[in-house]
C-alpha cells in the first residue's frame, strides 16, 4: 500500500489519499489513469487490462491495492 | 490497416503498449471502443514500437496512438500515405510538450494546426445583467444548431458532432441558445458532463452579434445548470478574446495544454482553408 501511495503523490502530489472519489473528483484524470497503469504493471509486475481502467477501480488507493491484488 | 472487429481482438493489442515511457492519447473506454467497433469506424496499424487507431469521422479521420518507440517504421510510411481524407491528431500533455511524438507525426507529414490550453473556473464572480435570454435548445431546432455550428468550427479541429450526435445531445438538454427576436440563432453553448467535471464543448456568437454579451449570458446560465460541478473549458492559446471573457467569468489557466496536428493533401490547402482559429 505504501509503494501505491508513493506512486499516487508522485503522480499528483496536490492528491487526497483518503478520498474515494479520485477520479470523480479529478484529483485523477484519463492522463493520470494511463500513467499510473503503466507504473503500476512495471513495479507491481501485474497485466491491467483494457477492460480494468474503468474509473470504479481507480476512485480510492484501496480501490487501486484491489485491483492490484485481484491480478496478482 | 486493419478494420478492428472486436473488443476482445484490439483490446490485447492496446495493452502491450502500456508501458513506462509511453506517450498516448489512447485515453477510450471500453464503451467508446465497442461503439465505434459497432458502427465499424475503427482501424488499427500496429508495429514493433506502438500502435495507431484510426476513428473514421464524417469528415477525417482522428488518430490514437500509443508509442513506445519514436522512429516511424516504413509500415507506417505506407499506411499513411494512402489515406486520402485529412487525417487529424491531438496531442494533451502536461507542462512538458511530448516532443518525441510531435517528431514522430511530423515525419509523417503532420502539421500543426492549433494551440489550447485548458481554464478552470476557480472564482464564482456576481452575476452580470444580460439582455438576452438563454434558452435550452429543443429537438426542433437540430438543424439549425448543426449549421450554426458547422458555420461557427473547423470541421477538423472544431470537434463538431454528427447529425445523430446532435440529437442525443438536444435530448440530453446539453445545448444552449440565444435567439433574434426572429428565432435566428445568434449564440450557442454545448457542454458536456462528466464525472464532477463539466465542460464547455462549443461557445460561438454570430459575428453580427458579438461584443454584446451574449457569450457572458449563455456562460452565465451554463454555470448556473452545472454549478454543483467543476467546470472547465479549452481555448485556443491564439484566441485572447476569448480568454478574456473565460477570465471574466472567473476561469484561470491550468497546466494542461492541447496540441493539434493534421495531414492533408497539400493542393487544396485545406490545412489553413478549414482552420479558423476556433
Redesign the interface.
Known amino acids: 500500500m505504501d509503494q501505491l501511495q508513493k506512486l499516487l503523490m508522485e503522480i499528483r502530489p496536490d492528491i487526497d489519499l483518503d478520498s474515494n472519489?479520485l477520479?470523480?473528483?479529478?484529483y485523477l484524470d484519463?492522463?493520470d489513469?494511463?500513467t499510473l497503469?503503466?507504473?503500476i504493471?512495471?513495479e507491481f509486475g501485474v497485466?491491467?487490462?483494457?477492460?480494468d481502467?474503468?474509473?470504479e477501480n481507480f476512485n480510492s488507493v484501496e480501490a487501486i491495492y484491489d485491483l492490484i491484488e485481484r491480478l496478482k | 490497416m486493419e478494420l478492428v472487429k472486436s473488443?476482445e481482438e484490439?483490446?490485447?493489442l492496446?495493452?502491450q503498449y502500456?508501458?513506462?515511457?509511453?506517450e498516448?492519447n489512447?485515453?477510450l473506454?471500453?464503451e467508446e471502443?465497442r461503439s465505434l467497433i459497432a458502427q465499424e469506424r475503427l482501424y488499427y496499424e500496429c508495429f514493433e514500437g506502438g500502435i495507431l487507431l484510426f476513428k473514421k469521422r464524417a469528415w477525417d479521420t482522428l488518430c490514437y496512438f500509443e508509442l513506445n518507440c519514436f522512429e516511424v517504421p516504413s509500415i507506417v510510411l505506407e499506411t499513411i500515405s494512402k489515406i486520402k481524407e485529412p487525417l487529424v491528431v491531438e496531442l494533451?500533455y502536461?507542462t512538458k510538450e511530448p516532443i518525441q511524438s510531435i517528431s514522430f507525426f511530423q515525419t509523417l507529414g503532420f502539421k500543426e494546426v492549433l494551440r489550447r490550453v485548458r481554464m478552470k473556473r476557480k472564482e464564482r464572480k456576481d452575476f452580470l445583467e444580460t439582455p438576452w435570454k438563454v434558452k435550452l435548445a429543443s429537438k426542433k431546432q437540430q438543424e439549425a444548431v448543426f449549421s450554426f455550428l458547422q458555420e461557427e468550427f473547423s470541421l477538423h479541429t472544431g470537434c463538431i458532432p454528427s447529425k445523430e450526435e446532435l440529437s442525443k445531445i438536444l435530448l440530453q438538454e446539453k445545448i444552449l441558445v440565444v435567439q433574434d427576436e426572429k428565432e435566428n440563432i445568434m449564440g450557442v453553448l454545448h457542454f458536456e458532463v462528466q464525472?464532477?467535471?463539466s465542460q464547455i464543448r462549443h461557445l460561438a456568437v454570430k459575428e453580427a452579434y458579438r461584443h454584446q454579451n451574449v457569450a457572458g449570458a449563455l456562460i452565465q446560465k451554463y454555470h448556473e445548470i452545472t454549478m454543483q460541478d467543476?467546470q472547465v473549458v479549452w481555448v485556443s492559446e491564439q484566441n485572447e478574446t476569448a480568454q478574456r471573457v473565460y477570465q471574466k467569468y472567473g476561469y484561470d489557466f491550468e497546466a494542461?495544454h492541447s496540441l493539434v496536428m493534421m495531414r492533408k493533401d497539400e493542393e487544396d490547402g485545406s490545412i489553413t482553408k478549414t482552420f479558423n482559429g476556433d
Do not use: C, H
Not at chain 1, 477520479?23 to 479529478?26: L, R
Not at chain 2, 502500456?18 to 509511453?22: S, W
Open positions: 472519489r477520479v470523480d473528483d479529478g484519463s492522463f489513469i494511463v497503469v503503466s507504473e504493471i512495471q497485466d491491467i487490462n483494457v477492460e481502467i474503468v474509473p | 473488443f484490439i483490446a490485447p492496446v495493452k502500456l508501458k513506462v515511457g509511453m498516448t489512447l485515453f473506454s471500453e471502443y494533451v502536461k464525472n464532477a467535471f467543476q494542461y
